[in-house]
């Protein structure tokens, strides 16, 4: 299965499966795919799958695994572009292509399946206009020889579709996040080179979340900034408040948004935290700097 959740600048468009023209949502597909069908299970059998953050939270409370032990065991990590932006892809089985949680019987985890197979063969492109500071979605058909559902006898709009795959919900829930990798591309040297601790610390709030969690929960995050007793007890409890909390993290670190009240004397705190911490692990020959620390 393609990964079809591409940048349009960045699609392959020549000799490519993605039909050369963008759509919107009132675009008739014909398609259907179902049990039964001749290529059952072939998409799955061969995967590039990019993964979000809300992808990330349904399959993790979905096996009860926390978000470590998720990426750990089915993720592998990759970049966005050349500019050094995490992202996290699926792992297909030892020494295959095809995806872990496919069965004889179809997808094992069919009710929470990531954004980006809900929407196969249908992708969609997320762009941002360089004068603009809200994205804007459209749509392409990715036609596979192997899959064999686009000869089905079935209409549907591109917007039927995404309703079909419950894609409503997974595009409000990725929605911020997908925003964020845009500005992120298209901020390029106007943020400057981001540090390996910015590029961490991205990592954690958008998929590492219960690594996160623990970041809001520990002592110098408390120092430095104003959580109330009922935000704090939500992003305990609540995978979603604890995403919507890590978006507003970032933005404020990576692009001074701020939109967190931080403590009057957290600056200096913070220095002196970073100090002892600094003396901590040259104590302990260790080089690198843990962003759930800081
Ligand atoms: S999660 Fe399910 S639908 Fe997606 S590639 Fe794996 S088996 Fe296929
Ligand atoms: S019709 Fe396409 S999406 Fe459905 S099983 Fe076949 S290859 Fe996969």
């Keep these: 299965m393609a990964d079809v959740d591409i940048n349009i600048g960045e699609s ?8 050369p023209k963008t759509f919107d949502e009132d675009h008739v597909i014909k398609f259907r795919c179902y049990k039964g069908i001749e290529c059952f299970n072939a998409c799955c059998s061969n995967i590039d799958i990019t993964l979000t953050p809300y992808d990330i939270i349904r399959l993790k409370q979905r096996l009860g695994l926390t978000a470590s032990e998720f990426l750990k065991k089915y993720t592998i990590p990759f970049e966005f572009a050349a500019n050094s932006i995490a992202g996290v892809k699926y792992k ?4 295959g292509t095809a995806c872990q949680f496919m069965t004889e019987e179809g997808c094992s985890v069919y009710e929470d399946r990531p954004t980006a197979c809900r929407y196969y063969p249908v992708g969609l492109l997320s762009m941002r206009r360089a004068d603009e500071n809200f994205d804007r979605a459209s749509y392409a058909l990715v036609e596979e020889d192997h899959c064999k559902g686009h000869l089905e006898d079935r209409e549907i709009t591109i917007g039927e579709y995404r309703k079909e795959q419950g894609l409503i919900e ?45 970041f809001v929960d520990s002592e110098g995050f408390n120092q430095s900034f ?24 970032i933005r404020q670190v990576m692009f001074a948004e701020e939109s967190i009240e931080k403590k009057a004397d957290a600056e200096e705190k913070l220095i002196q935290r970073r100090r002892e911490q600094r003396a901590l692990r040259e104590e302990m020959g260790m080089d690198s700097e843990d962003p759930a620390s800081s």
Excluded: N
Aim: some cysteine; aromatic content about 12%; glycine content about 6%.
């Design 92 to 95: 297909p089985v030892e020494g």
């Design 170 to 214: 997974y595009d409000e829930q990725g929605r911020a996040w997908r925003q964020l990798i845009l500005k992120m591309k298209s901020a390029g040297p106007s943020i400057g080179k981001l540090s390996k601790t910015s590029l961490q610390f991205f990592f954690m709030a958008c998929y590492d979340m219960d690594r996160f969690r623990a």
């Design 226 to 249: 104003v959580i109330d007793d009922a935000t704090r007890k939500e992003l305990m409890e609540d995978d979603l408040a604890l995403l919507k909390f890590g978006d507003r993290m």
């Design 12 to 19: 392959p468009f020549e000799a490519s499966p993605v039909t």
